[in-house]
């Protein structure tokens, strides 16, 4: 049975932009990006939004609805109060291109300048043996389907343009926390590089980035604090970094 | 004469190699033609990360005999062919099921982290049509792990050409939100492609002898599918236009299990590994009917009664596997005819349900995509209920007729096809796991073969003003449409619409000839419409200009498919049913 729903949604450019109201049927377990495509089918044939799977798979369509970041995807109609407005909003952290479409190459930087995973070479293709329970950590970290919302969320950068050049941000702080717990790794130094070179330190563990993460990463729980904590030890006990060496051996 | 709306000058480039897709397909070729010393553009749709290979869920197909040692390449290479009904080009599937061992260990070396076996090695499941457990696999994530490793690899090349040359993208540059609509030719030879930028709508030109198609597959033609906005068929237009061929077009692929319910994500894939890891098809009557539709050439390895195909998850050497896991054309039949003889569930599919064989946390585990999927889309907790699902347009085995040894386009030099664009190696009927470990084994042919091809040139084919010209001017007709009246002008939305319609009801699952013939005329019909469909607002990241563009290559597709189904034989070719 459709619904109607009235839908706020900010269109614009860099330049300038506000909000255009339109009101339009919504069906039956509908979400956001349904109703989204249909105000573009029927009312704004021009309105630019990014999404490609929507199956929440792709992290393209991510966006601020009622304020929050979410993958417009993964919203459903049904979770808002009925008659309530919704608000829909293009990225914060990210320069608006148009309407809904973000600038987040910060991100593909920022990506370019962790450093990329070591094989040993001595591990000739198909001779890795690696425990499941060792490949796990390091695998929470891979389901990240880079939507960029943790990084969107972030106070660090969020209301702060200039903090963006010294800090990597959550999604890449899982990243380096991935290959530091991946099982043969050769890069030993990751934990500090994080803290020295990618601005762990400015990160106070307010937890914003795993609320926001629609694939439930623990960000902040079992990444960001076990570095930090680690980068301690690292830093003052070499017997436990000889330990910590050794322990990534053995999977070999 | 028009001018160009884009108000600016088109950007030229110039690479040793074009890759247009950057899927499973695509960056495995560019990371090849970057190895062999070239320079590589890769251009994508989308973001680049973000292509439809992300989506895949159940695994990677490859030989390892890391679960069961027997396994080897002759039995995939078997496999693969039975389940193409021998139409599959038998050369290349001979190299897919040699090769796919070395491509699956080869992305461990650059970093992806697969599931273990208990003694460390990569853990390989079970899937249909495979005799072996054989698929490498991340939970449910398989393509994403995948597109991310290769995602990675090109990044780490990127990182290591910084260091060396002080330029990241001195060998490989990633053009992102950019959509090629022409390649370009001179005398006979590939010499580049032209697209816009999403973003601007600003025009390129890309000077290259050769351009490797990795554009993926078709599947928005149809209604209710698995696939992305991507899937628009693209790449076998481009290559039609550009005097390539395509083979197998009749060959479409509904995969049996789609979601049903709600309608907004009718069509969702539900992974074959549900009923790989013990998921039971049952219809309203609470049967388990897959037991009365097992074809008389599978007999001897699919089970006839429960009792023996409960007892195959865990001694699977004395006996029949369970006939759930039968090639998806067979499985996709048997729904179809189920629901039609009414023995439909509520939503008009039928039942799958995995709640009653494993444990809540071990489905978590195993599935932990597919109970998120269910969970937040449909309200319904696989761990305790029956999921329901109907067949939904999933792949297209048809493609570009292709060299197997080099992927080169047959009939146009300096083109080449990987990956789903690609006809020929799956028959009438892919085996699931057997398209991602064919975009790694067949990116790397084309790779090389580009690669081989452009080094043996003496001269180079040059873009002309000409060439640029022409396809300047294709680009701007939706802007310049104009119509006599308002009410002639066509909204691409509603078009685009009406063509999955048709299509969905008259080119799928069962075809007759009268329906076929319909079907054309009525694209005919579209085709006039489209050409009046008018682009409203500007250049600058418009859905609706974009989409006139998807819907030429939609048309184009749909109608080839109805076109190879009307010629073909008349008899049930496998996934095609006519
Ligand atoms: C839900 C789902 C699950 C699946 N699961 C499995 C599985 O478990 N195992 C398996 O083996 N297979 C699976 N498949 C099939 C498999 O994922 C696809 O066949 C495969 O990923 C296609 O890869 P590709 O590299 O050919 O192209 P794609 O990944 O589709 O990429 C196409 C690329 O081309 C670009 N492109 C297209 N047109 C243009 C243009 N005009 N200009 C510029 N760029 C363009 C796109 O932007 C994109 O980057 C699944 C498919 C779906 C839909
Ligand atoms: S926990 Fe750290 S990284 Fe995450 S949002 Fe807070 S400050 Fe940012
Ligand atoms: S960590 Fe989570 S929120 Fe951040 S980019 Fe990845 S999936 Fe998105
Ligand atoms: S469209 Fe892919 S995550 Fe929403």
Redesign the pocket.
């Known amino acids: 049975m459709a619904r109607k729903v009235k839908m706020r949604i900010w269109r614009g450019d860099s330049k300038s932009g506000g909000f255009k109201e339109v009101t339009v049927p919504a069906n039956e377990g509908e979400v956001v990006l349904d109703v989204i495509h249909r105000v573009q089918a029927t009312e704004m044939s021009d309105l630019a939004v990014r999404w490609n799977c929507k199956a929440g798979k792709c992290g393209s369509c991510s966006m601020e609805i009622n304020g929050k970041p979410r993958l417009a995807c993964m919203t459903r109609m049904n979770s808002f109060e009925e008659g309530e407005t919704i608000t829909v909003t293009p990225l914060r952290a990210f320069p608006v291109i148009r309407d809904l479409v973000t600038d987040v190459s910060f991100n593909y930087k920022k990506a370019m300048e962790v450093d990329a995973y070591e094989h040993p070479e001595e591990l000739k293709p198909g001779q890795a043996r690696m425990q499941q329970v060792d490949v796990e950590r390091s695998q929470e970290f891979r389901k990240c389907i880079e939507c960029f919302l943790c990084q969107d969320t972030c106070h660090v950068i969020r209301d702060h343009e200039e903090n963006k050049k010294s800090f990597a941000g959550p999604r890449f702080f899982i990243r380096m926390a991935e290959l530091d717990m991946h099982p043969l790794d050769k890069l030993r130094n990751r934990k500090r590089k994080a803290q020295e070179e990618h601005g762990l330190g400015m990160c106070n563990i307010t937890k914003c980035c795993t609320e926001v993460c629609p694939e439930h990463i623990r960000i902040t729980d079992n990444a960001i604090i076990p570095m930090k904590e680690r980068v301690v030890d690292e830093k003052y006990d070499p017997i436990r970094w000889l330990g910590s060496k050794i322990r990534k051996r053995e999977g070999l | 004469m028009t001018t160009s709306t884009s108000g600016s000058a088109v950007e030229r480039y110039k690479y040793d190699v074009v890759v247009?897709?950057?899927?499973?397909?695509?960056l495995r070729a560019a990371v090849e033609a970057r190895e062999a010393g070239l320079r590589v553009a890769i251009?994508?749709?989308?973001l680049f990360g973000k292509?439809?290979?992300v989506?895949?869920?159940?695994?990677?197909?490859a030989s390892m005999g890391n679960v069961n040692e027997n396994d080897g390449w002759k039995v995939h290479f078997r496999d693969t062919m039975r389940g193409g009904k021998f139409l599959n080009n038998w050369r290349m599937a001979e190299l897919h099921a040699k090769e796919s061992p070395d491509r699956v260990w080869e992305l461990e070396t650059w970093g992806a982290l697969f599931d273990r076996t208990k003694d460390g090695r990569i853990s390989q499941r079970n899937f249909g049509g495979h005799e072996y457990p054989r698929l490498a696999h991340v939970g449910d994530r398989?393509?994403l792990e995948l597109i991310r490793t290769m995602q990675q690899r090109i990044v780490a090349l990127q990182q290591k050409d910084k260091k060396q040359y002080g330029d990241a993208e001195k060998y490989i540059k990633v053009f992102a939100e950019?959509?090629?609509?022409e390649i370009l030719k001179d005398g006979g030879k590939v010499s580049g492609a032209f697209?816009y930028w999403r973003e601007t709508g600003g025009e390129v030109a890309f000077e290259a002898p050769a351009v490797v198609l990795?554009?993926?597959?078709i599947?928005k033609s149809f209604k209710i599918t698995?696939?992305s906005w991507?899937?628009?068929g693209?790449?076998h237009a481009?290559a039609l236009k550009a005097g390539g061929s395509l083979i197998d077009m009749e060959f479409v692929q509904f995969h049996p299990t789609g979601m049903v319910w709600p309608p907004s994500v009718r069509g969702l894939?539900v992974?074959e590994s549900v009923r790989g890891d013990g998921g039971v098809l049952t219809n309203s009557e609470g049967k388990r009917f897959m037991f009365n539709y097992i074809p008389e050439v599978f007999k001897d390895k699919y089970a006839d009664n429960e009792a023996e195909a409960d007892r195959w998850y865990t001694d699977q050497q004395n006996n029949r596997r369970p006939p759930e896991l039968l090639p998806r054309d067979e499985v996709a039949r048997a729904i179809n005819s189920e629901i039609k003889a009414g023995r439909g569930s509520e939503h008009g599919g039928v039942y799958l349900d995995v709640s009653k064989r494993l444990p809540a946390d071990v489905i978590r585990k195993k599935l932990p995509s597919m109970w998120h999927q269910f969970k937040e889309l449909a309200d319904v907790d696989i761990t305790q209920t029956a999921m329901e699902v109907g067949p939904t347009c999933?792949?297209v085995m048809g493609g570009v007729h292709v060299d197997p040894d080099t992927a080169a386009a047959v009939g146009v030099p300096g083109l080449f096809a990987a990956?789903?664009?690609a006809g020929g190696m799956h028959g009438s009927n892919r085996l699931?796991?057997?398209?991602?470990?064919d975009?790694l084994v067949f990116?790397r042919r084309a790779g090389a073969g580009a690669a081989e091809y452009v080094k043996a040139m003496k001269k180079r084919p040059t873009v002309s003003d000409k060439a640029i010209k022409s396809a300047q001017d294709s680009l701007d007709a939706p802007f310049n449409r104009k119509s006599a009246k308002k009410s002639d002008s066509e909204n691409p939305y509603t078009i685009h619409h009406e063509l999955q319609e048709l299509t969905q009801s008259l080119v799928g699952i069962i075809r007759t000839e009268k329906e076929l013939k319909d079907a054309l005329k009525k694209i005919d019909s579209l085709r006039a419409r489209a050409a009046k469909a008018k682009a409203e607002g500007g250049r600058a990241f418009n859905p609706g200009f974009h989409l006139t563009f998807d819907l030429d290559n939609m048309l184009l597709v749909s109608e080839c498919i109805a076109l190879s189904a009307l010629n073909s034989s008349g008899v049930t070719r496998w996934t095609h049913t006519r």
């Open positions: 247009i897709g950057a899927g499973g397909a695509g251009i994508c749709k989308s292509a439809h290979t989506m895949a869920e159940g695994g990677v197909a398989t393509g950019l959509t090629i609509t697209g990795a554009t993926g597959g599947g698995s696939n991507e899937g628009t693209d790449g481009l894939l992974t999933h792949y990956g789903e664009v699931g796991g057997n398209s991602l470990s975009l990116g």
